[in-house]
């Protein structure tokens, strides 16, 4: 089979990737502008025998995606931030439980039901939104080709290291239309299956030196224990075995932190003399590009490092670029949330500074730009 | 009925022993309910490695520990919906939802409902103790009226839910009440809705004796059981009796049992019309 050209929109793009990536599972719940990428799944899915589900609410959307998962299928839910908000509660649930998951966030305006413009308002809630502080991991496309492809991305994390993956596109990325390729396949990933047999079989027994536990197929002789207690490698509760629990929270964290280089996707352009630097992400990332190219043409030496992955955060590439950049600018739709995140890095090597908007308006080339030839 | 398994033969088979002795307080219900699903498991001849324990949060949502069955022990309310997802997706697994009054009807009562409308093949065990009893004896959507509470100091101000009657109106087409008095007809009643195929609600009325039993002023688990005893009413019978006469009742039996279209049998038939013609979407 060859590949084909198609005009799609970015949540459109979103439901192929998915597909594309083996996903056979969604349940979601109606909002704006996520939508498309439920309906279009809900005429998708069966035909390539996979299931869609419009459940009661978010809350069941996220917990019959993780159900699905745990009965085999990859799964998926996409929504907006009122959505996010309310699947907080899934997310941890699954982080713990470690169950495989992709969760689409097409953002919109907040706080509360704010409005249905573009944002990048829910960059920490997708770090930090889930009490307990679960390490997730976070991707944000800021093209039409990225939604196919870091949606592909997303599932093979979800499935690589049982985890939810959040995939943060915006109102302006999710329903811009572009011509992409599709290609007739993509590179996917299988859960690892226990090499045990069934008598020995622990469901957390995460001895691999990658930390993360083979998963038993379910309705099998294989006893799976899966809790969102503290637990035991049996699943058994750890109530208060503090050792046992700090190791679970430890390992859950670090079956992220240390494979960072496979999961951290980087995007950099003109940055090798860059003395100024424009750390962008999503939607954002497009005008930013436009920007540094405005600039270079004035003789700034401006470059850009564009985070494809936002979550585990880009701390040793930040770090090596504000050692050598005069300024580190970081145009985001909020209020400066990864702009903390880069000064932090950054460790007072280099000024960081913001150009923020959130007004649902989109951040234009020319306002970078400008802001550019201020800082430098 | 098969073979009565004596609670030796049963715990070294069916109960993880590492995890025993329960939490569960002396004269609880939950024992009696647990012991009855697994018997009902073991009564449908179906292997036991195709049930999934779905389990809520509370004193009976850590039953699964105990088990040697699969499970999944997550969150507060959400088994309908986790139940849901898992079925739809794996349709050869018997979910078996664990929820309180409290976990199905209070946190959980839209998923509840929803499940029951779509009449999806799951079948779900309500403990009914009228009480939060992990949490210190709050008082649930099935407290009755005018019982004190930790949180209703001066008795419960708010209406009950008859959950049999919401089950019904919602959609579930298996829908019985049992006690835990009752044990040989909860057996049947369970193993009746694991066969059944579509949405099968058991409610079983249990003794908190921590708690309800001494708000409620029913006594010592003993004397609950004695209630259980003394206040059920056959299903059959309550017709005969006034809603007076029927006030602090508990009818048993089965109220509803229907064969109706499924849900996971409908979406995977239109998976076939899919996979066999070029339809398109109307």
């Known amino acids: 089979m060859e590949g084909k050209e198609a005009l799609m929109m970015g949540n459109e793009a979103c439901a192929e990737g998915a597909i594309a990536a083996g996903v056979r599972f969604f349940a979601g719940y109606p909002i704006t502008p996520a939508s498309e990428i439920a309906e279009i799944l809900s005429v998708r899915l069966p035909q390539v025998g996979g299931c869609f589900i419009q459940m009661e609410d978010e809350l069941g959307s996220i917990t019959a995606a993780t159900g699905a998962s745990i009965g085999g299928m990859k799964a998926l839910t996409a929504s907006s931030g009122p959505g996010l908000s309310l699947k907080q509660e899934g997310i941890g649930c699954a982080a713990i439980m470690e169950v495989p998951l992709v969760v689409i966030n097409v953002q919109r305006g907040g706080p509360g039901i704010g409005n249905i413009q573009p944002s990048q308002g829910d960059v920490m809630q997708a770090r930090w939104g889930s009490h307990g502080g679960a390490q997730l991991i976070a991707l944000a496309p800021s093209s039409v080709k990225e939604c196919f492809d870091l949606t592909v991305q997303a599932v093979n994390f979800a499935e690589r290291f049982r985890v939810p993956v959040l995939l943060l596109s915006d109102a302006s990325v999710g329903h811009m239309r572009e011509k992409i390729f599709i290609p007739p396949s993509v590179e996917t990933v299988e859960r690892k299956r226990p090499s045990v047999a069934p008598e020995s079989f622990e469901t957390y027994d995460a001895e691999d030196p990658d930390g993360v536990p083979p998963m038993a197929e379910i309705g099998t002789k294989y006893d799976s224990h899966y809790t969102s207690f503290m637990h035991h490698r049996s699943g058994l509760p750890a109530w208060t075995d503090l050792e046992v629990t700090d190791a679970l929270v430890r390992r859950l964290a670090n079956k992220i932190l240390h494979h960072r280089d496979e999961i951290i996707l980087l995007e950099g352009h003109q940055l090798e003399d860059a003395k100024i630097v424009v750390v962008a992400y999503g939607s954002t990332a497009r005008p930013a590009k436009a920007a540094v190219n405005m600039a270079r043409e004035k003789g700034i030496p401006a470059g850009l490092l564009k985070l494809m992955t936002l979550w585990p955060f880009a701390r040793d590439e930040i770090q090596r670029l504000s050692g050598r950049a005069r300024a580190i600018l970081v145009p985001e739709m909020n209020l400066g949330q990864m702009a903390g995140e880069v000064e932090r890095a950054a460790g007072g090597r280099c000024r960081v500074v913001g150009l923020n908007r959130v007004d649902g308006g989109l951040i234009t080339p020319e306002q970078i730009f400008a802001r550019l030839g201020e800082v430098f | ?282």
């Not at chain 2, 139940?83 to 409290?102: E, R």
């Not at chain 2, 199905?104 to 009480?131: F, W």
């Not at chain 2, 407290?143 to 209703?152: D, E, N, V, Y």
């Not at chain 2, 109220?255 to 996979?275: G, N, S």
């Open chain 2, 1 to 282: 009925m098969p073979e009565f398994l004596s609670p030796a033969v049963l715990l070294e088979k069916y109960y993880r022993s590492k995890s025993l002795p329960t939490s569960w307080c002396p004269g609880c219900g939950i024992g009696t309910v647990v012991g009855g699903i697994v018997r009902a498991i073991l009564g449908t001849g179906i292997p036991p490695e195709r049930f999934v324990f779905v389990t809520g949060i509370g004193c009976y949502g850590g039953a699964g520990t105990y088990l040697r069955f699969s499970d999944i022990h997550a969150l507060h309310g959400r088994c309908p919906s986790y139940g849901t997802g898992l079925k739809l997706a794996n349709p050869s697994v018997y979910p078996i939802l664990l929820m309180g009054d409290g976990d199905a009807s209070a946190i959980g009562g839209n998923h509840l409902i929803h499940a029951a409308r779509r009449n999806i093949d799951l079948t779900a065990v309500v403990l009914n103790n009228h009480t939060y009893g992990m949490t210190g004896g709050q008082y649930s959507p099935t407290t009755p009226g005018g019982t004190p509470a930790s949180t209703a100091p001066y008795g419960m101000v708010e209406n009950s839910f008859d959950l049999c009657r919401l089950m019904q109106a919602a959609g579930a087409s298996f829908v019985a009440r049992t006690t835990v008095y009752h044990v040989t007809q909860m057996i049947g009643l369970i193993t009746r809705a694991i066969r059944h195929k579509g949405f099968s609600f058991v409610e079983v009325e249990s003794q908190c004796p921590t708690y309800f039993g001494r708000s409620g002023k029913i006594g010592t688990a003993v004397d609950m059981l004695k209630w259980q005893r003394d206040h059920s009413v056959p299903v059959e019978k309550a017709g005969e009796l006034s809603p007076e006469e029927l006030k602090g009742k508990i009818v048993t039996g089965v109220f509803i049992e229907e064969k109706r279209p499924e849900y996971v049998d409908a979406y995977y038939a239109l998976m076939d019309r899919l996979r066999e013609s070029a339809e398109t979407p109307k």
